[in-house]
């Protein structure tokens, strides 16, 4: 079936610092998202995107769909400790008649103050 | 908050217990959907229903199995499960289910099968 691969699986940073994780497939797709999930909590949205080179800010979120569109990166800049949690890729193929999303594997994200 | 609540929140059952799952979105959407959340593995998707029709069912085991009642509510009948159906259940649920398909997540309920 098709896969998302997610890197890297785990990052532990200062404060301060910056981050980039990244999805890549070998299934081009026609929508990205990025998800962050907190302990006991469910995932929730952070940026989508829809063309093919298009960046997006949130804040101190940046994030691309890639030229390809088989892959796409989230930065974080500045991190801070409430940055922590697992962050989330996820792709849908094609226009869907179903809603069918494909996740990656997801980046824990660990923050020393 | 999401605007997609879950309850309940944990729940411990043996295997021969029914249980089931509930879900509500306030959101107005028309697409709802139940995610399972295992350790260490990407979100699987088990049902996606639009406007109260199920249109995905995606290989789960009969021991599990949904209900729309409405377009705000799901939920997920569960019996004789097994230990390793144990996992955190995410309900979801979108405007409708196409192109621009964000999905917003409720928190989910933390399932242990003994």
């Known amino acids: 079936g098709q896969q998302l691969n997610q890197s890297p699986q785990s990052m532990f940073i200062q404060e301060g610092e910056d981050v980039s994780m990244n999805c890549t497939s070998s299934?081009?797709?026609?929508?990205w998202l990025w998800y962050k999930q907190e302990p006991g909590e469910g995932p929730v949205l952070l940026i989508a995107?829809?063309?093919?080179?298009e960046l997006t800010s949130n804040g101190r979120l940046t994030a691309q769909f890639g030229i390809t569109r088989k892959d796409s990166f989230l930065n974080i800049s500045a991190s801070i400790p409430s940055d922590v949690g697992i962050y989330f890729c996820?792709?849908?193929?094609?226009?869907?008649?179903?809603?069918?999303?494909?996740f990656g594997q997801g980046t824990t994200l660990q923050v020393k103050p | 908050e999401t605007g997609v609540t879950q309850t309940p929140r944990h729940l411990v059952m043996g295997m021969t217990n029914k249980k089931s799952l509930k879900c509500e979105q306030h959101?107005?959407?028309?697409?709802m959907y139940w995610y399972k959340q295992s350790a260490k593995k990407p979100l699987e998707l088990m049902f996606v229903?639009?406007?109260?029709?199920?249109?995905e069912n995606n290989s789960v085991p009969s021991r599990f199995s949904p209900e729309c009642p409405n377009s705000s509510h799901l939920f997920l009948h569960l019996h004789t499960l097994q230990p390793e159906d144990s996992a955190l259940y995410l309900c979801?649920?979108?405007?409708?289910?196409?192109?621009?398909?964000?999905?917003?997540f409720g928190p989910g309920t933390r399932l242990t099968v003994l």
């Open positions: 959101l107005g959407h028309n697409a």
């Open positions: 229903y639009s406007l109260e029709e199920r249109v």
């Open positions: 995107l829809y063309k093919a080179g």
């Open positions: 996820a792709g849908q193929l094609s226009p869907s008649n179903t809603g069918k999303l494909i």
């Open positions: 979801a649920s979108s405007q409708e289910i196409g192109r621009a398909n964000e999905q917003f």
């Open positions: 299934s081009i797709f026609n929508t």
